[in-house]
């Protein structure tokens, strides 16, 4: 009967912790694993809920969907674009990991923005209308978040395949009729 007591006070003891640790916003108990739980209230030690980045890889490049510069009009006559953008990193909405975590996974500082250089011209023939439109070019790198119970080691994957997305160029694009 004793045991029995003391094992339901443990329980309590670990749904308590569960919620003081989600009430300091540093995980929710619905993150930590039950054996997480288990080995904080049996040793009353703090848990501290650290994440990271894994599984970072290259995604490749890809051009922006909002124009930045354009330039039009009827040939004979050269098209072009000169101007300099400030332009910031894309993340995936909703990503649960602090900037400073992500940029250290991914490389980059994705709280500073870029300083991006448009330039470009498209020769217009004769009798036709031209358009040149600038994009942002941006290089990706996918990855997951993973949380860990320190000092237990206890490690859970919390979110998959989230982006980044970098600032490294332009893209044109031309069309004419």
Not at 24 to 36: D, E, I, K, N, V
Not at 38 to 43: H, Y
Not at 98 to 120: E, L, N, Q, Y
């Amino acid at each position: 009967m004793g045991d029995q007591l003391n094992f339901q006070t443990a329980q309590r003891g670990v749904i308590i912790a569960g919620l003081s640790v989600s009430l300091l916003g540093m995980g929710t108990s619905a993150q930590a694993t039950p054996s997480a739980k288990s080995a904080e209230v049996a040793s009353g030690n703090r848990a501290i809920i650290a994440k990271r980045l894994i599984h970072v890889r290259s995604i490749g490049t890809k051009c922006g969907k909002t124009p930045i510069a354009m330039a039009s009009g009827r040939g004979r006559m050269t098209l072009r674009i000169d101007d300099t953008r400030s332009t910031g990193t894309v993340l995936s909405k909703h990503i649960d990991a602090s900037k400073g975590v992500i940029s250290a996974g991914v490389g980059w500082d994705v709280s500073k923005s870029r300083s991006i250089t448009v330039s470009g011209s498209k020769e217009v023939p004769r009798g036709k209308h031209g358009t040149l439109t600038a994009f942002v070019k941006y290089s990706g790198k996918k990855f997951d978040v993973q949380a860990m119970l320190v000092p237990q080691g206890d490690k859970w994957i919390v979110q998959r395949n989230k982006t980044a997305y970098k600032p490294i160029g332009v893209c044109f694009k031309y069309s004419e009729r």
